[in-house]
């Protein structure tokens, strides 16, 4: 690969704000699904709560979604 210096992992400084760049963005996309992530395990939730509750009662108080869902 031409952006490698000699026989280490060294990189030309050309590609390195490149792949800082994409690391970057990478840790953006996935904090972005780790927080759809749990908005879809948080609706799951209350939706299967709300199926298996006999009607009128009041559902159980639960743990935020930041404790329950690691």
Do not use: K, W
Not at 6 to 27: F, I, K, S
Not at 35 to 51: E, G, K, P
Request: aromatic share 2%; hydrophobic share 40%.
């Amino acid at each position: 690969m031409p952006c490698f210096v000699g026989d280490g992992p060294e990189l030309e400084a050309c590609v390195v704000d490149h792949l800082r760049a994409q690391l970057d963005d990478l840790d953006a996309r996935i904090a972005h699904l780790q927080h759809a992530r749990t908005s879809l395990v948080d609706l799951l939730t209350a939706s299967q709560r709300v199926h298996l509750e006999p009607t009128g009662a009041t559902p159980a108080p639960s743990a935020p979604a930041s404790i329950t869902h690691a």
